[in-house]
């Protein structure tokens, strides 16, 4: 069964940072791309980043590009999203999702979301 | 970027009741269309990949259809758990990913 966990969500003032993880179970983690997909408070759905399953390719949202970084550590079946610079257009709940393959761009499966709330 | 649009925003109907939703895309995206599901306080889930592909699980009486820019999502015969929104995807521009705004089917 594929169980993807995030964690590392919380409040952090504008102009902070914060670290998104997820830890995932249940596939070959290297052999797909991970990608964060984020939801602002009663809204729709925002791509944000995907990576490749070797960490070779990253790819970035122009509304995060500069400031969010995605990495990942296959051994310990984690992909991290690093964010600075978090302003009141990044509150959202941010979801880890596994693609259907190495870079298909589409979200198989979806952890429980993490909420990232940028107060001023 | 592709923009997609969802229609209707709202439908409402009743438990047995056949749900059309539509989705439009600013230019074509061949088959690269996927939908999701999205129940009240929960994660999205995968419903169906490259326009008319059931994802892993879901039940027959979702389908797909349509290429290039205009598609739809068919449910027969609505069941409880199935009064959600439902997103459209497009991923034909990888990696500049799109979301439609979404369709919520709500209890008539």
């Known amino acids: 069964e594929v169980q993807l966990l995030e964690s590392g969500g919380g409040s952090v003032q504008s102009g902070g940072s914060l670290r998104l993880s997820c830890v995932a179970s249940?596939?070959?983690?290297?052999?797909?791309?991970m990608s964060w997909v984020r939801q602002a408070p009663g809204k729709g759905l925002e791509w944000v980043s995907t990576i490749g399953g070797s960490g070779g390719f990253t790819y970035y949202a122009d509304s995060v590009k500069g400031r969010f970084t995605i990495s990942r550590d296959n051994p310990k079946n984690t992909v991290y999203l690093e964010m600075s610079s978090l302003g009141g257009d990044d509150t959202a709940v941010y979801y880890c999702?596994?693609?259907?393959?190495?870079?298909?761009?589409?979200?198989?499966?979806w952890g429980q979301g993490a909420l990232v709330t940028v107060s001023s | 970027d592709i923009v997609l649009t969802q229609s209707p925003a709202t439908l409402s109907l009743s438990p047995g009741e056949r749900a059309t939703l539509s989705c439009r895309a600013s230019?074509?995206?061949?088959?690269?269309l996927d939908w999701y599901q999205q129940r009240p306080g929960q994660a999205p889930r995968l419903l169906m990949y490259d326009a008319s592909k059931r994802a892993t699980g879901i039940p027959a009486r979702f389908s797909g259809s349509g290429s290039g820019t205009d598609f739809t999502l068919t449910i027969n015969s609505l069941e409880p758990e199935d009064f959600a929104i439902y997103y459209c995807?497009?991923?034909?521009?990888?990696?500049?990913?799109?979301f439609g705004p979404g369709t919520k089917v709500d209890v008539k």
């Open positions: 230019q074509s995206v061949l088959t690269y």
């Open positions: 999702a596994k693609d259907s393959g190495y870079l298909n761009f589409n979200f198989e499966y």
């Open positions: 995807q497009q991923r034909s521009s990888w990696p500049r990913v799109t």
């Open positions: 249940g596939f070959n983690f290297n052999s797909y791309a």
